[in-house]
């Protein structure tokens, strides 16, 4: 199995910026993707970022680009989402999956491990 945490969550003003972490522990060697999802309050788990591991090929939701962007350490087995000019509706819980046996997807099905979430609130 793997195990995924997240955090660097919180509480930011529109325009501000955050950095959310993965760290991925277990059966890492068997990840081929990792994802961002996230989930407002009554609303559907949706695509953010997603990014090959092994590679470093990225994929962005078009709400999202320019804004957000991903990195990874091979070594600490953590990807990264830096998120910069905040919006009121990118306030989410914000969870990170992990893929095996494939490229990154925007589906939240192809995700088989989820981290427990980290909250993200902008404010206006």
């Known amino acids: 199995q793997v195990q995924l945490v997240e955090s660097g969550g919180g509480l930011v003003q529109a325009g501000g910026s955050l950095r959310l972490s993965c760290a991925a522990s277990?059966?890492?060697?068997?990840?081929?993707?990792m994802g961002w999802f996230r989930q407002a309050s009554g609303k559907e788990r949706e695509f953010v970022a997603a990014?090959?591991?092994?590679?470093?090929?990225?994929y962005y939701a078009d709400s999202v680009k320019g804004r957000f962007s991903l990195s990874k350490d091979n070594v600490k087995r953590t990807v990264y989402l830096q998120m910069n000019n905040l919006k009121p509706e990118d306030t989410a819980v914000y969870y990170c999956?992990?893929?095996?046996?494939?490229?990154?997807?925007?589906?939240?099905?192809?995700?088989?491990?989820w981290g427990q979430g980290t909250p993200v609130t902008v404010s206006s």
């Open positions: 999956g992990s893929r095996r046996g494939n490229v990154a997807s925007t589906g939240v099905q192809e995700y088989a491990y």
């Open positions: 277990g059966r890492t060697f068997s990840i081929s993707a």
């Open positions: 990014i090959n591991w092994p590679g470093s090929t990225t």
